[in-house]
């Protein structure tokens, strides 16, 4: 058609759906003038929907009760709602859905949960499906050594259609003990995925009557001692009800205590040490005794543990029907530990084992070093997928502080990001924000890296291989210098409560307005100039006795930029002899390695000179040490307190 100017016409368009097929469709109506030039055009877009039928969705539970639930429906246009509700009927296009529900039953040590998902409903008529909780299969984690969850335990389904994704996720406490998955045939339209995430130790308590298999399921209370690492065996004693407890026959045992109304303990287990008691085993109102242990803060008086109601009432039977000894083992300071992100891709089979060896893990010798008193930190090696951005679901753990531990962790194209605080903090429900972190990576199978956390010397620098170099662009400095690094490449963190930190930038010898950090950006004059920037740190808490201030400073030449370039802060990278509590044994001379480098993208530096000094009086004075080269860049003095 030909539009003459300034007038307007109509233009007829026509579509046939039936050879456009079932889905969403755009497309254009241009204009063109003689010259074949765009004039103007508009969008026009069709949505072709396919036939809907009705599906009913019946749920079937473990025990083969039909329930009442409303399974999330999902498909390559999103969620679908329920038409009838009541009778757990929606109407669908024609086409391939996911359908998926969950359940949370208790059992007699805890918590069992239950999934079952239908990756793959094709709909072309009328139909019902079911889901049904009995074919559900459980989740095996094997490890080469005893080993309990502790912490969060988590599991996620993915599933692709169409170009459309959807995950879906569920977190649990480790009150939960087991884990069910059903079975499904293989996916062949679309991507899916099943995985779920486990953090596996060395058991930290267990309570056992002697000479038979009955487990008492105990959890050490909140603020509970702990038995000694070689364990004990104790008579035990019932001592009454919690409110008039007595003591009188427990000196030099355990005394078993019911707790019905979950009344504070405290002063209960001082009346049981002043007794001579050895350890209190209080029995719950709930039917699992389960708690969480903290390492640190005011104490029991007494080991003090709590079980479930239904396993106190056959304990207290035991007692009363002759002698019954308890045998105590367990341990806070597991020499290993198992990451594990166990996945099943495109099919969850009918057996799901998980089995950790070398052949699916890196096995990583991670040393925590102690720089203070307290003797607990907090760290996680948060895992992700590859379809997803960033790790969820994962929260906070406690670690022993000089201390090394054996860690696994699955190897292939799941992403970790290990993270380490000096200290614990105060809420475990949470995922870690502070502390020392590494750059997201995955591990090869096999493998045997070594990870040291909080090593000597920590100071400010700029990471090797960091992903946020310090840099000029333009008339813009990129300060990125973070205020603790460690001893191992790629470890950093920022400033956290406790610790404080300053920064100077001056150009040409005058202060630069607006700087009091080493990390932003700030804008300069584009004439090339000297800077100097100067950096203090300092860590006032009792978790942090090791270097508690450092002060650095970098001099470089600066002009305007067309591009980032790396700006040239000499970086000094530390070899210290120091052992896990990041101190050097014995009055014994030593050395200690200085190795100076540039960012990477700038040459290497040449004509480098080191002068070092020491002080063995924590400051007060300095004396100049030998030092000699040692290598390309790199330098030794020898130290002799």
Same mark, same amino acid.
């Given at each position: 058609v030909r539009v003459p100017a300034g007038s307007s016409a109509e233009v007829p368009l026509t579509v046939d759906p039936a050879r456009a097929g079932q889905g969403k469709f755009y497309g254009y109506v241009t204009a063109t003038t003689a010259d074949g030039s765009v004039a103007a055009h508009t969008t026009l877009s069709l949505v072709v929907h396919g036939p809907t039928h009705r599906i009913t969705v019946k749920t079937i539970d473990k025990d083969g009760e039909q329930v009442a639930d409303l399974?999330?429906?999902?498909?390559?246009?999103?969620?679908?709602?329920?038409?009838?509700?009541?009778?757990?009927?929606?109407? =669908?296009?024609?086409?391939?859905?996911?359908?998926?529900?969950?359940?949370?039953?208790?059992?007699?040590?805890?918590?069992?949960?239950?999934?079952?998902?239908?990756?793959?409903?094709?709909?072309?008529?009328?139909?019902?499906?079911?889901?049904?909780?009995?074919?559900?299969?459980?989740?095996?984690?094997?490890?080469?050594?005893?080993?309990?969850?502790?912490?969060?335990?988590?599991?996620?389904?993915?599933?692709?259609?169409?170009?459309?994704?959807?995950?879906?996720?569920?977190?649990?406490?480790?009150?939960?003990k087991r884990l069910y998955i059903s079975p499904t045939a293989k996916v062949t339209e679309g991507t899916f995925e099943f995985a779920s995430r486990w953090q596996l130790v060395a058991p930290l308590v267990e309570a056992k009557v002697s000479r038979t298999r009955f487990d008492l399921g105990a959890y050490y209370m909140p603020a509970s001692p702990l038995f000694p690492e070689h364990g004990a065996t104790l008579t035990a004693v019932d001592a009454g009800d919690a409110a008039d407890a007595d003591f009188s026959r427990a000196r030099g045992k355990v005394a078993v205590v019911d707790n019905p109304t979950g009344a504070g303990e405290r002063t209960l287990v001082e009346r049981a040490a002043a007794a001579g008691v050895r350890a209190v085993i209080l029995v719950h109102f709930n039917d699992t005794g389960w708690t969480r242990w903290r390492p640190t803060g005011d104490r029991n008086a007494l080991p003090t543990l709590r079980i479930g109601k239904n396993t106190g009432a056959e304990l207290l039977a035991r007692i009363a029907r002759g002698s019954t000894s308890v045998r105590f083992t367990g341990t806070a300071r597991s020499p290993y530990l198992y990451d594990v992100m166990q996945v099943s891709e495109q099919q969850v089979p009918r057996k799901v084992v998980h089995s950790v060896s070398a052949r699916n893990s890196a096995v990583v010798r991670t040393t925590y070093a102690d720089?203070?008193?307290?003797?607990?930190?907090?760290?996680?090696?948060?895992?992700?997928?590859?379809?997803?951005?960033?790790?969820?679901?994962?929260?906070?753990?406690?670690?022993?502080?000089?201390?090394?531990?054996?860690?696994?962790?699955?190897?292939?194209?799941?992403?970790?990001?290990?993270?380490?605080?000096?200290?614990?903090?105060?809420?475990?429900?949470?995922?870690?924000?502070?502390?020392?972190?590494?750059?997201?990576?995955?591990?090869?199978?096999?493998?045997?890296?070594?990870?040291?956390?909080?090593?000597?010397? =920590?100071?400010?620098?700029?990471?090797?291989?960091?992903?946020?170099?310090?840099?000029?662009?333009?008339?813009?400095?990129?300060?990125?210098?973070?205020?603790?690094?460690?001893?191992?490449?790629?470890?950093?963190?920022?400033?956290?409560?406790?610790?404080?930190?300053?920064?100077?930038?001056?150009?040409?010898?005058?202060?630069?307005?607006?700087?009091?950090?080493?990390?932003?950006?700030?804008?300069?004059?584009?004439?090339?100039?000297?800077?100097?920037?100067?950096?203090?740190?300092?860590?006032?808490?009792?978790?942090?006795?090791?270097?508690?201030?450092?002060?650095?400073?970098?001099?470089?030449?600066?002009?305007?930029?067309?591009?980032?370039?790396?700006?040239?802060?000499?970086?000094?990278?530390?070899?210290?002899? =120091?052992?896990?509590?990041?101190? =050097?044994?014995?009055?014994?001379?030593?050395?200690?390695?200085?190795?100076?480098r540039a960012q990477e993208g700038l040459p290497v530096p040449r004509g480098v000179s080191v002068r070092v000094e020491a002080s063995y009086d924590d400051g007060r004075t300095w004396s100049a040490a030998r030092t000699h080269a040692h290598g390309r860049n790199t330098f030794r003095t020898s130290l002799t307190p």
């Open positions: 399974p999330t429906i999902w498909g390559a246009e999103g969620f679908v709602g329920y038409s009838d509700p009541a009778a757990a009927v929606a109407e =669908v296009e024609e086409g391939v859905y996911q359908l998926n529900t969950s359940w949370t039953t208790s059992a007699e040590d805890g918590e069992e949960l239950r999934h079952v998902v239908l990756p793959e409903v094709r709909v072309t008529k009328d139909m019902t499906v079911t889901l049904d909780a009995r074919k559900t299969v459980p989740v095996e984690i094997r490890t080469p050594r005893p080993a309990e969850q502790r912490g969060i335990m988590s599991y996620q389904t993915y599933r692709e259609i169409g170009g459309r994704s959807l995950t879906q996720g569920t977190m649990y406490f480790d009150i939960a720089n203070g008193v307290t003797g607990w930190a907090s760290e996680q090696r948060f895992g992700w997928r590859p379809y997803q951005n960033t790790a969820w679901l994962q929260y906070t753990r406690f670690v022993p502080l000089g201390f090394e531990r054996t860690e696994y962790v699955s190897a292939g194209d799941t992403a970790w990001q290990h993270r380490v605080h000096h200290t614990t903090t105060f809420d475990v429900d949470q995922p870690l924000i502070a502390g020392m972190r590494d750059d997201p990576r995955t591990y090869r199978a096999g493998g045997q890296p070594r990870e040291t956390w909080q090593g000597a010397v =920590v100071r400010p620098s700029i990471p090797a291989g960091t992903s946020t170099p310090t840099v000029r662009d333009g008339n813009v400095l990129r300060l990125r210098v973070p205020e603790f690094t460690d001893s191992q490449a790629g470890h950093w963190s920022p400033t956290t409560g406790g610790d404080t930190a300053s920064a100077v930038l001056y150009r040409d010898g005058e202060r630069v307005d607006g700087v009091g950090s080493a990390w932003q950006n700030v804008t300069v004059p584009a004439e090339r100039a000297r800077y100097r920037l100067d950096m203090e740190t300092s860590r006032d808490s009792e978790a942090w006795t090791r270097g508690v201030a450092t002060s650095t400073s970098w001099s470089f030449e600066s002009g305007r930029t067309n591009a980032a370039t790396p700006l040239s802060l000499l970086q000094l990278d530390y070899d210290v002899p =120091v052992d896990v509590r990041n101190s =050097v044994r014995g009055t014994r001379s030593h050395h200690v390695d200085v190795r100076v």
